[in-house]
Every structure is written in structure tokens, then in C-alpha cells.
């Protein structure tokens, strides 16, 4: 069965730089939600959009911003980056048809900042 | 708010031995999920079991099972027979209704088990 594809599995970049992050859900899922997993943290909710509209924001910076395509890919676009943003970013995507309630979750990008 | 409490931080046990970590919830909801997500140290996070506010049943899946208690606001999973392979991090989650209408899954720290040869 098809998962979530996120890309690129692991970033490195400078502070102050610029990164995208994409992410591919599962055909037919119609929401599309971001995590932030700090190293030893817990995964943290930033966004989520449902139909290629933002639902809702969580702890998400403001240099941070996010979109949901026509395609229903999604795009994490990080600017100014700064160290504390190293953390590994999880996409996880759902079918709003059943409820909830079952999110399926990416692999994960892992982002350095240097 | 939601919250999910995971009070052990770190379980270290031998092959072998059983093992059950803790999880406590609060919420509002009437209606509400729970859900143990497993993260080796590859780093994905590995779904293991949902459940929903109105089924009590306990379940069992090979080595794995879940004990949902309502009454105590707990999720507690256990793990027999460990093995070598069950050592990675551990998490609790809640599922939130969000204002948007989506959902998002509030998280536990995480319990940490190594499970020693």
C-alpha cells in the first residue's frame, strides 16, 4: 500500500538559510498535517490543512510557512533558519471521510542546521 | 487542553522480562482516541494501536497488549517476552479536535525502553 513520501529524507543547512520541506500523501487523504520531534522530544503539531486550506496552526514560527497544493502535496518553507530548528519533520496524512482518526505518518525529514 | 502523561522517562529490563508502560490522559472530550506509536532509533514513527473513548476492551496482538481504563484515564501497554528488537522510544498520543475541524494528536514525552540481551 502507499504511504506518506516525504523529501528530502535528511537536510543540512546553515543558519539563516532556507529550507524546504515536501511531503506526499497517501492518494485520496484530504488533510495533510506537520510535526515538529526535537532531539529527546516529543513530536509537536505546527499545521494542518484540509482540501488545500489551512485548518489549523499549532507552535509554528512565524519565519515558518506552509501550503497544501492542488495535488494535496504539501510544502514546509523554513526561512531564516536558525540551530534550534535541527529537528527531525514528520508529515502525516488522513482521509477526512472516516473521521479521524487515523493518522498515517511520513518518515520524516531530518533537518541540521550548522 | 489535552494532556498525555508518560511518568517513566527510561525502563531498562532483560530479554525476557515483561514490561508495561504507563499512560494517563486528560481531556474534555467525550469522544476521543488514544493511540501507542513506536520509534526505533531510525527515527519513524511506527503505529502500534488505536483506540476509541467507547471501547474498554483490553487487547492483545502477539507479544503486545493494551489495558484501557476509562475510570483512571489510562492507556497502559505491555509488552511480553521481551526482546532485543521492542528497544526504542515509546508514545502515548490524544487525539485533539482542533477549531479548524481537523484533528492533531497531542503527544506523551515518550517512554524509552532498552530491553538488554
Known amino acids: 500500500a502507499a504511504g506518506v513520501i516525504q523529501s528530502p529524507r535528511h537536510l543540512i543547512k546553515e543558519k539563516r538559510e532556507t529550507a524546504t520541506l515536501k511531503c506526499y500523501p497517501i492518494?485520496?487523504?484530504?488533510?495533510v498535517y506537520w510535526y515538529q520531534q526535537g532531539p529527546g522530544q516529543d513530536p509537536q503539531f505546527l499545521i494542518s490543512?484540509?482540501?488545500?486550506?489551512?485548518?489549523d496552526k499549532g507552535s509554528i514560527p512565524d519565519r515558518f510557512s506552509a501550503q497544501q497544493f492542488s495535488d494535496y502535496h504539501s510544502e514546509l518553507n523554513m526561512s531564516s533558519l536558525e540551530l534550534g530548528d535541527s529537528a527531525l519533520y514528520f508529515c502525516?496524512?488522513?482521509?477526512?471521510?472516516?473521521?479521524?482518526?487515523?493518522?498515517?505518518f511520513g518518515p520524516g525529514t531530518r533537518l541540521t542546521v550548522t | 487542553a489535552q494532556k498525555v502523561t508518560q511518568a517513566q522517562t527510561e525502563i531498562s529490563v532483560v530479554e525476557k522480562e515483561d514490561v508495561t508502560l504507563d499512560c494517563v490522559y486528560e481531556?474534555?472530550?467525550?469522544?476521543?482516541?488514544l493511540f501507542w506509536y513506536k520509534q526505533p532509533p531510525s527515527g519513524e514513527l511506527v503505529f502500534l494501536i488505536r483506540?476509541?473513548?467507547?471501547?474498554?476492551q483490553n487487547e492483545i496482538s502477539g507479544r503486545y497488549s493494551w489495558n484501557f481504563q476509562k475510570s483512571t484515564s489510562s492507556f497502559n501497554f505491555t509488552i511480553t517476552a521481551s526482546q532485543v528488537v521492542d528497544s526504542a522510544v515509546y508514545f502515548c498520543?490524544?487525539?485533539?479536535?482542533?477549531?479548524?475541524?481537523?484533528?492533531?494528536?497531542?503527544f506523551g514525552k515518550g517512554t524509552k525502553l532498552t530491553v538488554n540481551p
Open positions: 502525516a496524512s488522513s482521509f477526512s471521510g472516516r473521521g479521524i482518526h487515523e493518522q498515517y
Open positions: 492518494p485520496r487523504h484530504d488533510t
Open positions: 490543512f484540509y482540501e488545500k486550506m489551512q485548518s
Open positions: 481531556t474534555r472530550d467525550t469522544t476521543y482516541y
Open positions: 483506540r476509541n473513548s467507547f471501547d474498554e
Open positions: 498520543a490524544l487525539s485533539e479536535a482542533t477549531q479548524g475541524g481537523s484533528e492533531k494528536l497531542v
